[in-house]
């Protein structure tokens, strides 16, 4: 069983940076295909970014690409999410996805890949 934790959400003004963390257990982190999602009120989960156990393979939504960056330290078995640029429809609940083993490159997207999930971490963009 992984067990992921989100942190560093919280209320930044329009414009502004965070850098959400996540902290996964199990020994074979570095193996696992990682991902941020989120989900406003309304509205469906929405992947924001992804990256492969390597870190080699990336996906950004349209959205957030130039201003979101996705990064992993295996050593530290955490994934983070730099969050640049921040505008109010940024405004979601973040989630940490994972999947134990390799994703192809064009289903990183996807919420049924991934077999594991965060509590969630709540981003608040004020305008």
């Known amino acids: 069983q992984v067990q992921l934790v989100e942190s560093g959400g919280g209320l930044v003004q329009a414009g502004g940076s965070l850098r959400l963390s996540c902290a996964a257990s199990?020994?074979?982190?570095?193996?696992?295909?990682m991902g941020w999602f989120r989900q406003a009120p309304g509205k469906e989960r929405e992947c924001v970014s992804a990256?492969?156990?390597?870190?080699?393979?990336?996906y950004y939504a349209d959205s957030v690409k130039g201003r979101f960056t996705i990064s992993r330290d295996n050593a530290k078995n955490t994934v983070y999410l730099q969050m640049n640029s921040l505008k109010p429809e940024d405004t979601a609940v973040y989630y940490c996805?994972?999947?134990?083993?390799?994703?192809?490159?064009?289903?990183?997207?996807?919420?049924?890949?991934?077999?594991?999930w965060g509590q969630g971490t709540q981003v608040t963009v004020s305008s």
């Open positions: 996805a994972a999947r134990s083993d390799t994703v192809v490159a064009g289903y990183l997207s996807l919420p049924r890949m991934y077999h594991y």
């Open positions: 199990g020994r074979t982190f570095s193996s696992y295909t």
């Open positions: 990256i492969s156990w390597s870190g080699g393979i990336s």
